[in-house]
C-alpha cells in the first residue's frame, strides 16, 4: 500500500473518531464471507457504521486525535472491525447476540466519553441506557406525582363535594 493511500486512510479514521461519539473495537478473526456479510446487515439496520481497519493505520489515527486513546493501543492485535455508532448500547447489544459463538468479540470500547477495556466490559456496556431511555425515565418520573393528584381529585370529587356541602349547611 503507497504512503498516500494510508494517509488518505489515517486522515478518513481520524474524521470518523471525531464524526460519531461512540466506537467499539471487535476482534473479527475467524468470520468467513458469509458471517461478516451477516454482521455488517445487522450493523446497518442497527445504524452502526463497521469499518475492518489494519491496526497500525487505526494506532496512527488514535495518536492523531486530541483524546487519549493510549489504553486502546494495546488492544490493536489480529483482525481488527471499528463500529461507529451514534448510540453507545446499540453495538453491545448487537455483540451480546453473538456472545455464546463468541465470535466477534469485544476487545474495547470508547462510549460515553470513556475507555473500556476488555471482553468482560460487554456486559456493562449493553446496560447503558441511550440518551432517549434517559429522557424517557425522567419524563416518567415527572408525570407520576401529577398523574397521583389528578386521579385523587377525580376519585374524590363527590367526597370534597359533599364535605363543602355540609360545612356550608353547617350553623356557625
Known amino acids: 500500500m503507497k ?3 494510508k494517509d488518505t486512510i489515517i486522515v478518513e479514521l481520524g474524521e470518523k473518531i471525531k464524526a460519531y461519539p461512540h466506537f467499539y473495537l471487535v476482534d473479527v478473526t475467524g468470520l468467513d464471507a458469509a458471517a461478516t456479510s451477516a454482521l455488517r446487515r445487522k450493523c446497518f439496520k442497527n445504524e452502526i457504521k463497521m469499518t475492518v481497519v489494519k ?3 487505526l494506532h496512527k489515527a488514535f495518536e ?6 493510549e489504553p486502546l493501543y494495546g488492544c490493536l492485535k489480529g483482525t481488527t472491525a471499528v463500529m461507529f455508532c451514534n448510540t453507545a448500547n446499540v453495538p453491545a447489544r448487537l455483540l ?3 456472545s455464546k ?3 466477534p468479540a469485544l476487545k474495547a470500547a470508547y462510549a460515553e466519553e470513556g475507555l473500556y477495556v476488555g471482553a468482560d466490559k460487554l456486559e456493562e456496556l449493553a446496560s447503558l441506557k441511550s440518551k432517549n ?7 416518567a418520573l415527572l408525570q407520576s406525582p ?3 393528584v389528578v ?3 377525580q376519585s374524590g370529587a363527590n367526597t370534597i363535594h359533599g364535605v363543602l356541602k355540609t360545612l356550608g349547611e353547617r350553623p356557625e
Not at 64 to 69: N, T, V
Open 146 to 148: 401529577a398523574k397521583n
Open 55 to 57: 491496526n497500525t493505520l
Open 101 to 103: 459463538e463468541g465470535i
Open 96 to 98: 451480546k447476540e453473538y
Open 64 to 69: 492523531a486525535s486530541e483524546i487519549d486513546f
Open 133 to 139: 431511555e434517559v429522557i424517557a425515565e425522567i419524563v
Open 151 to 153: 386521579s385523587a381529585l
Open 3 to 5: 504512503k498516500e493511500v
